[in-house]
């Protein structure tokens, strides 16, 4: 049997230099996702989330070969359970995707970054409400001053926030089936973009039939792009596998708001995305209920390593 290395040995130092490349590559490319699809803006959004799925299946397919994973993939088909969890999880992952695309190419990038700063704060609840997970207090605080900001949000613009409301929730719902889902990361994303695959070949196929242009682009460069789709699929959920089994989970909980909050940066700075007085209140409640939390967690750490030392 093989054991993890002793702590500050050269060895942990180094699993630790790469578990933190690997998390930061991940969060980047997650939050740079922004500048992605905007240079894709001429391409309906359904458009690019059927060529992100064919193209991430000849990638990841390529991906299990390598890794000789086509014997899980065939004992997660023929296990009802899982095979049933990943279509839920495949339509969950597909409409997410669908909406974050539609959000950035509709310039509304801050309505999507403040959908994913609420996330990993669903997922406590999602874990109280489901997996008998008990809240601490400091959590409940968090989680009572996000709810403020979405209210506030809501107040402001006159109406729900329905985007980044159902961004945050897709996506834990999904956290919520796939950590129930006995299945690797690889296999379970293949299973799921073959899913997602078979209505966007439905679509080419009608696009086809129909005389219209399966890649209305504007340029090489953009072509490029969609191909490239494939890639940034798989890639940064290999990368958070590699950062997650070699970093604390208080390490990965604070590391996650890196994608948000480049997408926040991205969308006023970049995109000039309007941020009025009514919007800097929601964003300060929810910043204020990432650092409660992330501080909750860091502390909660602390503790188990000094009970486990005792």
């Not at 050269?10 to 933190?20: H, I, K, S, T, V």
């Not at 939050?31 to 391409?43: C, N, T």
Request: proline share 5%; glycine share 8%; aromatic share 12%.
């Amino acid at each position: 049997m093989s054991h993890p290395p002793l702590p500050d040995t050269p060895e942990a130092q180094r699993e630790a230099r790469l578990g933190l490349f690997a998390a930061l590559t991940a969060y980047l490319t997650w939050g740079l996702l922004v500048i992605y699809f905007k240079a894709l803006e001429p391409v309906p959004p359904f458009l690019i989330l059927a060529h992100r799925a064919v193209w991430s299946v000849l990638v990841l397919g390529g991906l299990i070969t390598l890794l000789q994973g086509w014997g899980r993939v065939k004992v997660a088909l023929q296990t009802a359970k899982i095979r049933w969890s990943l279509c839920a999880t495949a339509a969950l992952i597909g409409v997410n995707w669908f909406v974050f695309i539609w959000a950035v190419v509709s310039d509304r990038v801050l309505s999507a970054s403040l959908g994913y700063y609420i996330n990993p704060l669903v997922n406590v609840l999602f874990g109280v409400l489901f997996l008998q997970e008990r809240l601490r207090r400091w959590q409940m605080v968090a989680i009572a001053i996000a709810a403020l900001g979405v209210i506030n949000q809501g107040v402001s613009i006159g109406a729900f926030p329905g985007v980044s409301v159902f961004l945050a929730v897709t996506f834990a719902v999904y956290g919520l089936i796939r950590k129930t889902a006995h299945v690797d990361a690889v296999t379970g994303l293949f299973i799921e973009v073959v899913i997602i695959s078979v209505p966007a070949l439905m679509y080419f196929a009608w696009l086809w039939q129909m005389g219209m242009d399966l890649a209305p682009v504007t340029g090489p460069v953009q072509m490029g792009l969609l191909l490239a789709s494939g890639v940034i699929t798989p890639l940064p959920l290999v990368m958070f596998t590699i950062g997650a089994k070699r970093l604390s989970l208080t390490t990965i909980g604070i590391i996650q708001y890196l994608a948000p909050t480049l997408q926040f940066a991205t969308g006023v700075y970049v995109y000039g995305e309007a941020f009025e007085t009514e919007q800097l209140v929601t964003f300060a409640l929810i910043w204020l209920a990432v650092v409660i939390f992330s501080w909750d967690a860091y502390r909660a750490q602390r503790r188990r390593r000094a009970s486990q030392a005792v």
